[in-house]
């Protein structure tokens, strides 16, 4: 199988999944249109996430060419509630940037019904066949109002925003969401909404609002949410390796998987996931890859960004997500790189330690 086509895994397990979903009464689901989502009935796609500062068109480039994901989606677009435009010129061209065929989701970030709503439209006439909202960042500097993960905080305003966000969009729209804000257990109060208001997919990351990146995501959370809708559920959240991917496709039901900081690391995780490749790449198969990988992202971002000091501020943030402990002290010289010829220069001397 190649890398650029989607896939279907082994057969997983599903029994105790299906049987709950044979439970559900029909006559309780709203009849929804399936045809708009960004991948083909009966593929189990792999998503590259959404980060912002990190997943711009120069990234996502990169990982189309290297890996092609089966679905990639736009660093968050913040929603003015003042401006008329709603959202600002660079956010439009990413929404409407063309990505070799693979589908581009552009993902919003407001709380205010109708500026979401503006600006999703002004996102699909730029081009964006899919929309997301964002009702999981659990960063509060994105806007000055509650918006992210903070938006689990206002459930009521949920009911408003989301029935008429599904009725302005034409294409797909999904959330991207938390558990819950300090609730683990919130995000099932939620699912009758999302059912009823006919959102396309949910992408799950089972940790709290408040625990931001602290613990574990638990995807015991995904496998009962799994179960108890109808809606496509993306599993997101500390899949850092292939065994874990497999694992959490086959205990979840899960209809794909989001890789996100895990495939910021490391690219090539999307390969090994394909290929149930459950070994760990030796550390000089990683040194030859942080080596490959940053130099393409340089390149890369010396044709988006300006200056020397962008480009290097902006490729010293993909560094961060690299920690391996054997590459630690090569990684933290090319942090301290004061030049773009310097950190070429300690690029290409990256080996473990």
């Not at 929804?32 to 990234?59: D, F, H, I, K, V």
């Not at 938390?178 to 396309?200: I, K, T």
């Not at 109808?230 to 959240?237: E, K, L, Q, R, W």
């Not at 920690?323 to 030049?339: M, N, V, Y």
């Given at each position: 199988?190649?890398?650029?086509k989607?896939?279907?895994?082994w057969?997983?397990n599903?029994?105790a999944?299906?049987?709950?979903?044979?439970?559900k009464?029909?006559?309780?689901?709203?009849?929804?249109?399936?045809s708009?989502?960004?991948?083909?009935?009966?593929?189990?796609p792999?998503?590259?996430?959404?980060?912002?500062?990190?997943?711009?068109?120069?990234?996502?480039?990169?990982?189309?060419?290297?890996v092609?994901?089966?679905?990639?989606?736009?660093?968050?677009?913040?929603?003015s509630?003042?401006?008329r435009?709603?959202?600002?010129?660079?956010?439009l061209?990413?929404?409407?940037?063309?990505?070799?065929?693979?589908?581009?989701v552009?993902?919003?970030?407001?709380?205010?019904?109708?500026?979401?709503?503006?600006?999703?439209r002004?996102?699909e006439?730029?081009?964006a066949?899919?929309?997301?909202?964002n009702?999981?960042?659990?960063y509060?500097?994105?806007?000055t109002?509650?918006?992210?993960?903070?938006?689990?905080?206002?459930?009521?305003?949920?009911?408003?925003?989301?029935p008429?966000?599904?009725?302005?969009?034409?294409?797909?729209?999904?959330?991207?969401?938390?558990?819950?804000?300090?609730?683990p257990e919130?995000?099932?109060?939620?699912?009758?909404?999302?059912?009823?208001?006919?959102?396309?997919?949910?992408?799950?990351?089972?940790?709290?609002?408040?625990?931001?990146?602290?613990?574990?995501a638990?995807h015991?959370?995904?496998?009962?949410?799994?179960?108890?809708?109808s809606?496509?559920?993306?599993?997101?959240?500390?899949?850092?390796s292939a065994?874990?991917a497999?694992?959490?496709?086959?205990?979840?039901?899960?209809?794909?998987l989001?890789?996100g900081?895990?495939?910021?690391?490391d690219p090539?995780?999307?390969?090994r996931?394909r290929?149930r490749?459950?070994?760990?790449p030796?550390?000089?198969?990683t040194?030859?890859?942080?080596?490959r990988?940053?130099?393409a992202?340089?390149?890369?971002?010396?044709?988006?960004?300006?200056?020397e000091?962008?480009?290097?501020?902006?490729?010293?943030?993909?560094?961060a997500?690299?920690?391996?402990?054997?590459?630690?002290?090569?990684i933290?010289?090319?942090?301290?790189?004061?030049?773009?010829a310097?950190?070429?220069?300690?690029l290409?001397q990256?080996e473990p330690s």
């Amino acid at each position: 199988m190649t890398a650029g086509k989607s896939w279907m895994p082994w057969a997983i397990n599903r029994s105790a999944t299906q049987a709950m979903s044979d439970n559900k009464s029909a006559t309780d689901q709203k009849t929804c249109n399936q045809s708009q989502r960004p991948w083909r009935e009966g593929e189990t796609p792999l998503m590259l996430a959404p980060m912002q500062g990190l997943t711009n068109r120069a990234m996502r480039g990169l990982f189309i060419d290297w890996v092609r994901p089966d679905v990639v989606f736009t660093e968050f677009m913040r929603v003015s509630n003042v401006s008329r435009k709603r959202l600002i010129r660079n956010d439009l061209t990413e929404a409407g940037s063309a990505t070799g065929g693979v589908p581009l989701v552009a993902q919003l970030v407001g709380n205010d019904v109708q500026a979401l709503v503006a600006a999703a439209r002004n996102a699909e006439a730029a081009g964006a066949q899919h929309i997301n909202l964002n009702m999981g960042c659990p960063y509060g500097r994105m806007t000055t109002s509650a918006t992210g993960g903070a938006m689990l905080q206002h459930p009521a305003q949920l009911s408003t925003i989301i029935p008429a966000l599904r009725q302005a969009i034409s294409g797909s729209f999904s959330i991207k969401m938390r558990a819950g804000y300090n609730d683990p257990e919130q995000v099932f109060s939620l699912v009758s909404l999302f059912e009823d208001s006919c959102v396309d997919f949910l992408v799950l990351h089972p940790r709290t609002v408040v625990q931001k990146y602290a613990g574990s995501a638990d995807h015991s959370i995904t496998a009962r949410l799994v179960s108890r809708t109808s809606i496509p559920v993306i599993a997101n959240g500390d899949i850092r390796s292939a065994q874990m991917a497999l694992q959490v496709l086959e205990t979840t039901g899960a209809a794909g998987l989001m890789l996100g900081r895990g495939a910021i690391a490391d690219p090539l995780l999307f390969t090994r996931i394909r290929n149930r490749d459950l070994t760990d790449p030796m550390p000089a198969e990683t040194a030859l890859m942080i080596r490959r990988y940053m130099a393409a992202v340089v390149e890369r971002y010396q044709k988006l960004f300006c200056g020397e000091k962008q480009v290097l501020d902006k490729a010293k943030n993909v560094l961060a997500f690299i920690d391996q402990p054997e590459f630690t002290r090569p990684i933290g010289k090319l942090k301290r790189a004061g030049s773009l010829a310097a950190f070429s220069d300690l690029l290409e001397q990256v080996e473990p330690s």
